[in-house]
């Protein structure tokens, strides 16, 4: 069972409190038998936990949370490994019915949508929340919501080209810079279906495209839309473009596994992705052969964003005690070495970049310089909610349904319904 947040700010109160006093035996009115409290200064109750990684992360992350129990004998740890797609809307169902997880592991975006719904319990003041001077500061903004802290980061990322060394030196062609060296290289590939893959169902997979043109989505700000100007025009017709020159083949039913299907097999040379793709890329074609570099520049610069993700409480939680230690263990520094040096994913934590085994891997000696530079995302409640429609109008745009132009501009008008923008 879980309490009712029907009233979110009591709640609120009542956890900082309840931490301020360390935890007590009436607190929740379960004492330490079930709610995450304390007895003999010990932690107890169960925490479900809701882990949104894929396949090959969550074999690391569950047996990292099931150390926690293991430490902590009189807590329960319940792993659930959900997925990440249609998570947002089903913790946010969950939470509505008062059944939602005690921690999720939510995508940065998500972080102001849950807080402003009240489903996140505040966690400054709670042991969550350690050593906050040590965390990389565009890491942490995206913890942030109206003046409170309602999340923890777990690991940040952004996207950068992987390319086949071997495809590249056969077909002698340089690592691309720039989306015109990409065209420009076609003709050099025998046998391949095109140099690259462009994933078309993601929206996520469009943002380099529309940074490499100056253009964004929105401009939070000035709470303006922005994406159907002349600079977001510019980055659909730069995607139609690697297209109609046959330099790049997308698929816009089954992206994620015909691109990594693609590029295992060597059908194209490039392609996108994120440090969370580096485990099944190196499988597919061995470490030796993976190349990373950054995402081919557009007309105007080379531009990728900022993701990640972070743990979060739910404010309903009758584990609050247990799940803010959970939270407090699962971003440690301890744990977030232990992350990288199995699956090469980029810590939130500075102190960890300075370990050896984390300064000499080569995947992060790449994208942590990448992540420093990212672009940063909208922090808005709405910010995940953009990427519906921009998705849609970019593959009606894919599928020869519209425009570049008329994709852009349907976007935009979108956006304007959504947020009430100019």
């Given at each position: 069972?879980?309490?009712?947040?029907?009233?979110?700010?009591?709640?609120?109160?009542?956890?900082?409190?309840?931490?301020?006093?360390?935890?007590?035996?009436d607190d929740g009115g379960n004492g330490g038998s079930g709610n995450g409290?304390?007895?003999?200064?010990?932690?107890?109750?169960?925490?479900?936990?809701?882990?949104?990684?894929?396949?090959?992360?969550?074999?690391?992350?569950?047996?990292?949370?099931?150390?926690?129990?293991?430490?902590?004998?009189?807590?329960?740890?319940?792993?659930?490994?959900?997925?990440?797609?249609?998570?947002?809307?089903?913790?946010?169902?969950?939470?509505?019915?008062?059944?939602?997880?005690?921690?999720?592991?939510?995508?940065?975006?998500?972080?102001?949508?849950?807080?402003?719904?009240?489903?996140?319990?505040?966690?400054?003041?709670?042991?969550?929340?350690?050593?906050?001077?040590?965390?990389?500061?565009?890491?942490?903004?995206?913890?942030?919501?109206?003046?409170?802290?309602?999340?923890?980061?777990?690991?940040?990322?952004?996207?950068?080209?992987?390319?086949?060394?071997?495809?590249?030196?056969?077909?002698?062609?340089?690592?691309?810079?720039?989306?015109e060296d990409i065209k420009n290289s076609k003709d050099a590939f025998s046998?391949?279906?095109?140099?690259?893959?462009?994933?078309?169902?993601?929206?996520?997979?469009?943002?380099?495209?529309?940074?490499?043109?100056?253009?964004?989505?929105?401009?939070?700000?000035?709470?303006?839309?922005?994406?159907?100007?002349?600079?977001?025009?510019?980055?659909?017709?730069?995607?139609?473009?690697?297209?109609?020159?046959?330099?790049?083949?997308?698929?816009?039913?089954?992206?994620?596994?015909?691109?990594?299907?693609?590029?295992?097999?060597?059908?194209?040379?490039?392609?996108?992705?994120?440090?969370?793709?580096?485990?099944?890329?190196?499988?597919?074609?061995?470490?030796?052969?993976?190349?990373?570099?950054?995402?081919?520049?557009?007309?105007?610069?080379?531009?990728?964003?900022?993701?990640?993700?972070?743990?979060?409480?739910?404010?309903?939680?009758?584990?609050?005690?247990?799940?803010?230690?959970?939270?407090?263990?699962?971003?440690?520094?301890?744990?977030?070495?232990?992350?990288?040096?199995?699956?090469?994913?980029?810590?939130?934590?500075?102190?960890?970049?300075?370990?050896?085994?984390?300064?000499?891997?080569?995947?992060?000696?790449?994208?942590?310089?990448?992540?420093?530079?990212?672009?940063?995302?909208?922090?808005?409640?709405?910010?995940?909610?953009?990427?519906?429609?921009?998705?849609?109008?970019?593959?009606?745009?894919?599928?020869?349904?519209?425009?570049?132009?008329?994709?852009?501009?349907?976007?935009?008008?979108?956006?304007?319904?959504?947020?009430?923008?100019?």
């Amino acid at each position: 069972m879980r309490r009712s947040i029907g009233t979110t700010a009591v709640i609120a109160a009542l956890a900082l409190a309840a931490t301020a006093c360390g935890g007590s035996d009436d607190d929740g009115g379960n004492g330490g038998s079930g709610n995450g409290g304390t007895s003999g200064g010990e932690l107890s109750g169960t925490v479900t936990f809701w882990d949104t990684s894929n396949e090959t992360e969550a074999k690391v992350f569950k047996a990292v949370a099931e150390e926690f129990g293991d430490q902590h004998p009189g807590v329960t740890v319940e792993y659930v490994n959900i997925g990440w797609d249609g998570a947002q809307d089903r913790f946010k169902n969950a939470a509505g019915a008062n059944e939602a997880p005690d921690v999720m592991r939510t995508e940065v975006a998500w972080v102001s949508d849950f807080a402003n719904l009240g489903y996140l319990a505040p966690l400054e003041d709670t042991p969550a929340v350690d050593n906050q001077e040590d965390y990389l500061e565009q890491a942490w903004a995206s913890t942030q919501f109206d003046g409170h802290t309602y999340a923890v980061p777990q690991v940040i990322d952004t996207l950068a080209l992987f390319y086949n060394k071997s495809l590249l030196d056969e077909a002698g062609v340089e690592v691309p810079g720039t989306l015109e060296d990409i065209k420009n290289s076609k003709d050099a590939f025998s046998g391949l279906e095109a140099p690259f893959y462009l994933r078309g169902d993601d929206a996520y997979w469009m943002l380099p495209y529309l940074y490499g043109e100056g253009a964004d989505l929105v401009d939070a700000g000035n709470q303006k839309v922005t994406v159907d100007e002349p600079a977001g025009v510019a980055a659909f017709e730069a995607v139609q473009d690697l297209l109609d020159s046959g330099a790049a083949i997308t698929d816009t039913v089954d992206g994620w596994e015909a691109m990594m299907s693609s590029f295992a097999e060597g059908k194209v040379a490039m392609m996108i992705n994120g440090p969370w793709a580096i485990a099944d890329a190196t499988a597919a074609i061995g470490e030796e052969n993976l190349g990373v570099a950054p995402v081919p520049a557009g007309g105007a610069s080379q531009g990728a964003p900022q993701g990640g993700w972070n743990y979060g409480v739910y404010a309903g939680s009758d584990a609050l005690d247990a799940s803010y230690a959970f939270v407090k263990y699962m971003s440690s520094a301890e744990v977030q070495q232990k992350i990288t040096e199995e699956l090469s994913l980029l810590p939130t934590r500075k102190s960890v970049y300075e370990v050896e085994s984390v300064a000499s891997n080569e995947m992060v000696q790449f994208f942590a310089p990448a992540v420093e530079v990212a672009h940063e995302r909208a922090w808005i409640p709405e910010a995940n909610s953009l990427f519906d429609p921009l998705k849609e109008e970019f593959e009606a745009m894919l599928l020869g349904q519209s425009t570049p132009e008329e994709a852009a501009r349907k976007t935009g008008d979108r956006y304007r319904d959504l947020l009430g923008w100019e």
